[in-house]
T-cell receptor, first 114, second 112 residues
Framework: KAGVTQTPRYLIKTRGQQVTLSCSPI?????VSWYQQTPGQGLQFLFE???????NKGNFPGRFSGRQFSNSRSEMNVSTLELGDSALYLC?????????????FGEGSRLTVL | AQSVAQPEDQVNVAEGNPLTVKCTYS??????LFWYVQYPNRGLQFLLK??????LVKGSYGFEAEFNKSQTSFHLKKPSALVSDSALYFC??????????FGAGTRLTVKP
């Protein structure tokens, strides 16, 4: 069974640009969550989607947005990039809405903003 | 809102010795607790979870964790550490109304 797939794995952007990251969850998983990981802030929750609906949202500015498609694949977008957006962006999927279920993580998309 | 704390940034143990990675939590209702491990340049891997029942939970790679409600703790343990256990470990908590929140992580180094 294929795991969570994130693309691209690495990317370099300049300030002011925008970026779109993609996440394909494990087959059958309907919930997708996104996290930002930085050395200083650790893992910060961005948002969670289930059946194309955003269920929870973390404390990030409106430049960070996401969506989920009918096949459960998800994308997140960051507009007007800032140096501080440099981070590892992790996507995780789970079976459904059960809060007792563990998350399955992809290997992440490492974004560098110059 | 729920939160989790990992009081140690770094834990060093010798191979073959027992290891403990500490975690304390705060939630408004019943806690759902998780441990994850992250190897360099990889995503997080699930180790174990506590939902209800027995306070001692066994997980992958010989790890176990003990849930202590009175101390609001969920420490990760292993009787005999391996060099290959060296990694970054995250504790996470979730309650009925919220997303999963992670601690800052503890870097475990096991020396031969």
């Amino acid at each position: 069974k294929a795991g969570v797939t994130q693309t691209p794995r690495y990317l370099i952007k300049t300030r002011g640009q925008q970026v779109t990251l993609s996440c394909s969850p494990i087959s059958g998983h309907r919930s997708v969550s996104w996290y930002q990981q930085t050395p200083g802030q650790g893992l910060q929750f961005l948002f969670e989607y289930f059946s194309e609906t955003q269920r929870n949202k973390g404390n990030f500015p409106g430049r960070f947005s996401g969506r989920q498609f009918s096949n459960s694949r998800s994308e997140m977008n960051v507009s007007t990039l800032e140096l501080g957006d440099s981070a590892l962006y992790l996507c995780a999927s789970s079976l459904g809405t059960a809060i007792t279920g563990e998350l399955f993580f992809g290997e992440g998309s490492r974004l560098t903003v110059l | 809102a729920q939160s989790v704390a990992q009081p140690e940034d770094q834990v060093n143990v010798a191979e073959g010795n027992p290891l403990t990675v500490k975690c304390t939590y705060s939630v408004s209702g019943n806690p759902y607790l998780f441990w994850y491990v992250q190897y360099p340049n990889r995503g997080l891997q699930f180790l174990l979870k506590y939902i209800t029942g027995d306070n001692l939970v066994k997980g992958s790679y010989g790890f176990e964790a003990e849930f202590n409600k009175s101390q609001t703790s969920f420490h990760l343990k292993k009787p005999s550490a391996l060099v290959s256990d060296s990694a970054l470990y995250f504790c996470a908590v979730r309650d009925a109304d919220n997303d999963m929140r992670f601690g800052a992580g503890t870097r475990l180094t096991v020396k031969p």
